[in-house]
């Protein structure tokens, strides 16, 4: 997963000429343990708690002649938007650093903390370790059956465990193993028979936040409430029409969402695209006894001869999505070509 999901947006900055004090007053209003240094908005160094201890040690006191560009950590190791978080993770166990600007080419995209991914580790080992125990009771079960019924549950797991590699293990949707096979098979067979087909992709607007207030418990509920809500699994008889069987939804990977519409037009998955769009945000996300306003951005495009691999088609329905967040979220936009002006730089979540 790319670091940008787990980085912190719009990071506390000070200018290069600001005072220490300056410094330390940012970094006590917003509890922080770093702040970034610029010069007109680009990175030139960070100040961080460490060098504030290291500043303690050596300074009799700390007055409005100290400036930071004086006692920052000048040209910090970065990583960028699109860096693995494993790769993140362990450039600053390497380096022993605990915060770690975020950049998106040189543009300042946010900064993570050791506490931002170690909590993500929690969170998988938990996931992980739950799945571990499930599987440990199942075989446990096996051990006190007769031979006829362990054939018959050994049978039963096998089509289980096939189903698991076919779907994602939060949502139930198809995983994105699944979704580009079938995504491949769907654009040479609209090639083959000169077919419509359609593809949207989508992603919840401020997912981050969510994690950040309510923990990634919240998160996953969220994940999986949106899932059942763009299969059809929530309120289906009010909104059963937005798709059909040979709809393929597919979760693509964090707060990331897919749904391959074969002999559909870009009009038609338009409308389904709103209808979903207006659906999520009705529905009464709720959590820790707090009502959270939940919506989703989403990005359509249809195949014609331009399009000749699935990749061609993911970043087209890609850019389409990043458009609707520049828009203002919560929207629903058709790929056009003169959209590609602008795509890569990092979209606002």
Known sequence: MEIQHWATEN?????????????????????????????????????SERDL?????EAPR???TIKVADVMTPDPITAQADDDYNVVYMLMKVNNIRHIPILDGKRI??????????????????????????????LK?????????????????????????????????YNKRYFMRRLREETARAHRYKQCLSLIFCDIDRFKRINDQYGHHAGDEILRQIGALLAGGIGEMKIVSRLRKSDIVARYGGEEFVIILPETSTENARIAAEKMRVTIEAHPFCFADDKLAVTMSFGVAGVDSDVRTPEDFIRRADIAMYRAKQNGRNRVEVFRPDFNSGYGSAAPN
């Open 141 to 173: 079960r096996l051990i006190n059956l007769s031979t006829d019924e362990v054939l018959d549950s050994l049978f039963s797991e096998i089509n289980r465990y096939k189903e698991l590699s076919l779907t994602d293990h939060l949502t139930g949707l």
């Open 11 to 47: 990071p506390a900055a000070v200018d290069v000429q600001a005072t220490l004090r300056d410094a330390i007053e940012l970094m006590h209003h917003h509890k922080i343990g770093a702040v970034l240094v610029t010069r007109s908005d680009r990175l030139v160094g960070i100040f």
């Open 53 to 57: 201890i290291r500043v303690a040690a």
């Open 62 to 64: 700390i007055d409005d």
């Open 109 to 138: 995209a946010g900064i993570v903390s050791i506490r931002d991914l170690t909590h993500f580790y929690q969170h998988k080992l938990e996931s992980e370790y739950a799945e571990a125990r499930e599987r440990i009771d199942v």
